[in-house]
């Protein structure tokens, strides 16, 4: 089955600087890799996204980009502010039906 | 609108009770989900259902009993649980947004408790 891998597992910036996240995966089939943010006491929320057939994708402060070849993905956030301060999952799919996800990354942002 | 609403939020419950956790979504998703989450761990899945039939099931002891009754709503039936089951229980419903991508989305969760 798939694997994922996430680093850091836990990464502090000061506010205003970037924060990047990368997962690495093992099945060349996935096709699809979500990033899910979860805040204490609440259920991950889907961030951003990006599909097999794209290298990078862009929303407002937040990035996503994917190398196929080397079976990394990559979070990035630009700006960062304390409600960024989260856990944040990435996670890998190729049947549709189920999502591997990787370990965390518990990130800080210091105001 | 991408909700996914779960009751109850928190439950307690003693190892000889039978409860039930909630799982409803009205955005015409035909798969649905039950994963279990400890604290600083990722989600981890217990089951799925497609098209109101299980699809997978991850080897979850038969205490934990999941049951699709329509396709808005997903239940998890709680016997006999052991205080290791005590856990963010999370419900996820997920939609096809291309040909093999499925974009997935989780409820609040609700915080478990055995005692």
């Known amino acids: 089955g798939e694997n994922v891998e996430q680093h850091p597992s836990t990464l502090s910036v000061q506010e205003g600087d970037s924060a990047v996240i990368k997962c690495t995966y093992s099945?060349?089939?996935?096709?699809?890799f979500p990033w899910y943010k979860q805040e204490l006491g609440k259920g991950p929320q889907l961030i951003i996204d990006?599909?097999?057939?794209?290298g990078e994708k862009k929303d407002q402060r937040i990035a996503v980009t994917l190398n196929k070849t080397a079976k990394h993905f990559s979070l990035h956030i630009t700006e960062t502010q304390p409600e960024d301060s989260a856990v944040y999952f990435c996670?890998?799919?190729?049947?549709?039906?189920?999502?591997?996800f990787g370990t965390g990354t518990s990130l800080t942002v210091i105001p | 609108d991408t909700e996914v609403t779960q009751t109850p939020k928190h439950l307690v419950m003693g190892m000889t009770n039978k409860k039930s956790l909630k799982c409803e979504q009205h955005?015409?998703?035909?798969?649905m989900y039950w994963y279990k989450q400890k604290a600083k761990k990722p989600p981890e899945l217990m089951f799925v259902?497609?098209?109101?039939?299980?699809?997978i099931n991850e080897s979850v002891p038969s205490r934990f009993s999941p049951e699709c009754p329509n396709s808005s709503l997903l239940n998890l039936h709680l016997h006999a649980l052991q205080p290791e089951d005590s856990a963010l229980y999370l419900c996820?419903?997920?939609?096809?947004?291309?040909?093999?991508?499925?974009?997935?989305?989780f409820g609040p969760g609700t915080r478990l408790t055995v005692t």
């Open positions: 996820a419903s997920s939609q096809r947004v291309a040909r093999g991508t499925y974009e997935q989305y």
């Open positions: 099945d060349s089939a996935s096709n699809y």
């Open positions: 990006i599909r097999s057939n794209v």
């Open positions: 996670a890998a799919s190729s049947t549709g039906n189920q999502f591997y």
């Open positions: 955005m015409g998703h035909r798969a």
């Open positions: 259902y497609s098209y109101e039939k299980l699809s």
